[in-house]
T-cell receptor, first 116, second 109 residues
Framework: GAVVSQHPSRVICKSGTSVKIECRSL??????MFWYRQFPKQSLMLMAT?????????EQGVEKDKFLINHASLTLSTLTVTSAHPEDSSFYIC????????????FGPGTRLTVL | GIQVEQSPPDLILQEGANSTLRCNFS?????LQWFHQNPWGQLINLFY???GTKQNGRLSATTVATERYSLLYISSSQTTDSGVYFC???????????FGGGTRVLVKP
């Protein structure tokens, strides 16, 4: 149980294009999902908290117009990187909380974004 | 926000050795998780341990919330234990987690 998937696992795009990353909880309902970014050999940094049916809460320093988050259902949240630039290249990881139990967050496998 | 320090930053072990990883945090927490990040980047849940002691096979963890630290014990280490271990405490307000800098473990055969 408690499986979280992400799609795509890897994406390469040209500078200026937009990229959408999906995060799904496969076997549980998640009222809250989280988006993290991880640069090489560094720790995870929380970008935003996504709540089903409401606007996302962004961490200080994260541009909400650049990183659009939509949590349309209890099993799906999406992160869209708009007008991507090379400095947006990173490993993006989502996590989800199971609304039925409180065993913490479960993480997806991550999406590696490379912007050329 | 909460500050999280993990030590040591790097650890090299001979297969079969035991080790202890430490996580210090600056504020009271009601949530703490330990993760292992494998070479492909996947974060694997090891423990949800806001307080007390838990064991899972060769791994065990202890959190002393009143003293603001948590410990992860690895016994009889194996090469598959290599990777980065993260501690991530959290406070209320949606259970946000703050990740420590991690401990990079290399277990040599």
């Amino acid at each position: 149980g408690a499986v979280v998937s992400q799609h795509p696992s890897r994406v390469i795009c040209k500078s200026g294009t937009s990229v959408k990353i999906e995060c799904r909880s496969l076997d549980f309902q998640a009222t809250t999902m989280f988006w993290y970014r991880q640069f090489p050999k560094q720790s995870l940094m929380l970008m935003a908290t996504s709540n089903e049916g409401s606007k996302a809460t962004y961490e200080q320093g994260v541009e909400k117009d650049k990183f659009l988050i939509n949590h349309a259902s209890l099993t799906l949240s999406t992160l869209t990187v708009t007008s991507a630039h090379p400095e947006d290249s990173s490993f993006y990881i989502c996590s989800a909380r199971d609304r039925q139990v409180d065993f913490g967050q479960f993480f997806g496998p991550g999406t590696r974004l490379t912007v050329l | 926000g909460i500050q999280v320090e993990q030590s040591p930053p790097d650890l090299i072990l001979q297969e079969g050795a035991n080790s202890t990883l430490r996580c210090n945090f600056s504020d009271s927490v009601n949530n703490l998780q330990w993760f292992h990040q494998n070479p492909w980047g996947q974060l694997i849940n090891l423990f949800y341990i806001p307080s007390g002691t838990k064991q899972n096979g060769r791994l065990s963890a202890t959190t002393v919330a009143t003293e603001r630290y948590s410990l992860l014990y690895i016994s009889s280490s194996q090469t598959t234990d290599s990777g980065v271990y993260f501690c991530a405490p959290g406070v209320a307000a949606g259970n946000k987690l703050t990740f420590g800098g991690g401990t990079r473990v290399l277990v040599k055969p």
